[in-house]
């Protein structure tokens, strides 16, 4: 089955210090991967994408994601974490519905990020 | 702001009752989303709506019923609901549902509490 992992329910890191966000995926095909944000109260809010091109991608908020194909991972990166960067953060892997009709994001399960001051 | 609007952003039912969400988008999109996000789990996908059409149910149970009356509205009507159903329901808007790449905007969603 085609899906998401983050392995990681929770990462904590002090500020100033560099934070890494794990994600895994498993598809078929070219996988299209994304990063979204989900503050407290708040939906969700898109980040950055990989879709094709330079394996390092950068995004808003000075966060950035790699895509290793080898690895099949697409880790999310910062070098230097804020107080304010404290959030749930989702990995997804958008797919082709059966027939092509309609795009369809896979989610993974989320990790909090809570940055100490 | 997102341009995403979701009311009520909090509801308490009891099983034998009927409510409804709203979602409202003023971004001139083209598709709409109801997701189901639950503590530890990844978000559902529910339904697709494209241009007021259904185009994906998730096999989804019949107490939810969504409505797409034009393409800037979007309800999901709830009735005898259980209490594995209590979680926050997300509203989200897309330009068109045919590409990969696209971008999906995000509601603050709903907290839906069920005695």
């Known amino acids: 089955a085609q899906s998401v992992a983050q392995p990681e329910d929770q990462v904590n890191v002090a500020e100033g210090n560099p934070l890494t966000v794990k994600c895994t995926y498993s598809v078929s095909g070219n996988p299209y991967l994304f990063w979204y944000v989900q503050y407290p109260n708040r939906g969700l809010q898109f980040l950055l994408k990989?879709?094709?091109?330079?394996?390092l991608v950068k995004g808003s908020y000075g966060f950035e994601a790699e895509f290793n194909k080898s690895q099949t991972s697409f880790h999310l990166k910062k070098p230097s974490a804020l107080v304010s960067d404290s959030a749930l953060y989702f990995c997804a892997v958008s797919l082709w519905a059966k027939g092509g009709a309609t795009n369809k994001l896979i989610f993974g399960t989320g990790t909090l990020l809570a940055v100490q001051p | 702001e997102t341009g995403v609007t979701q009311t009520p952003r909090h509801l308490v039912m009891g099983m034998t009752n009927k409510k409804s969400l709203k979602c409202e988008q003023h971004?001139?999109?083209?598709?709409m989303y109801w997701y189901k996000q639950s503590a530890k789990k990844p978000l559902e996908l529910m339904f697709v709506?494209?241009?007021?059409?259904?185009?994906e149910n998730n096999s989804v149970p019949s107490r939810f019923s969504p409505e797409c009356p034009n393409s800037s509205h979007l309800f999901l009507h709830l009735h005898t609901l259980q209490p594995e159903d209590s979680a926050l329901y997300l509203c989200?808007?897309?330009?068109?549902?045919?590409?990969?790449?696209?971008?999906?905007?995000f509601g603050s969603g709903t907290q839906l509490s069920v005695l």
């Open positions: 709506y494209s241009l007021e059409e259904r185009v």
């Open positions: 990989y879709i094709t091109g330079d394996n």
């Open positions: 971004l001139g999109h083209n598709a």
């Open positions: 989200a808007s897309s330009q068109d549902v045919g590409g990969r790449n696209e971008k999906l905007f």
